[in-house]
């Protein structure tokens, strides 16, 4: 099993659309858990942390089942600047980050 | 400077020859890594300095690559004998704590 999977889409939402990615992670020992956003060509971006209680940050909403062992982010009323690839990333319990291979989602007027 | 800096942005090179990419840091980020992304693929680390302790490197493919921290600052990745499989983009990152800030990376293409 990989360390970190997620869905690599693309997911094509119209404007205004509410969108839902997930990713799960194999080490039950991980830390922390984190979304980057990576657009095209460019450097990933830290996006949010993801809390066990949830956490939301304006149209962004993570949320952390550690049982599960499954992260997931919501987006409500997608803009186009939304569009980007979301990198599902977790620390597995020492000092680097793993990264998942990312979701792409594409936002269309 | 503000951000991590990372230089060249684009480096073509001769299968065979040799390349350093070079990564300058958030002054004070006491951690660094390198990561490389190929074309459609996740991140994959490479190598992580953390202060003035041994490196990790168990990411490292291969020993033709290797990696120096000077001063505990800048970094130098270096590739020997490069094999067409080396090109991808080679990301460095900063880090005071758990957040890493990226460089835009360095663009390695090997003909």
């Known amino acids: 099993r990989k360390e970190v999977e997620q869905d690599p889409g693309p997911f094509n939402v119209p404007e205004g659309a509410t969108v839902a990615f997930n990713c799960t992670y194999s080490n039950s020992a991980s830390q922390s858990f984190f979304w980057y956003r990576q657009d095209c060509r460019k450097e990933p971006k830290l996006l949010m942390s993801v809390y066990s209680s949830g956490n939301e940050d304006g149209r962004f909403t993570a949320q952390l089942n550690r049982a599960s062992q499954y992260i997931s982010l919501l987006i409500r009323d997608s803009k186009l600047s939304d569009s980007a690839t979301y990198l599902c990333v977790v620390n597995p319990g020492y000092s680097t980050l793993t990264f998942g291979k990312g979701t792409m989602l594409l936002v269309s007027p | 400077g503000a951000g991590v800096s990372q230089s060249p942005s684009n480096k073509v090179t001769e299968k065979g020859k040799d390349v350093e990419l070079r990564c300058d840091p958030i002054?004070?980020?006491?951690?660094l890594y390198w990561y490389r992304q190929s074309l459609g693929q996740g991140l994959e680390f490479l190598i992580y300095f953390q202060g003035n302790s041994a490196p990790d490197k168990s990411g490292l493919p291969s020993d033709r690559f290797s990696a120096e921290r000077t001063g505990g600052s800048v970094s130098t990745l270096t590739i020997q004998r490069t094999q067409q499989e080396d090109s991808a983009v080679y990301l460095c990152a900063s880090s005071p704590d758990r957040y890493y800030t990226f460089g835009s990376g360095t663009r390695l293409t090997v003909v």
């Open positions: 002054s004070g980020h006491t951690a």
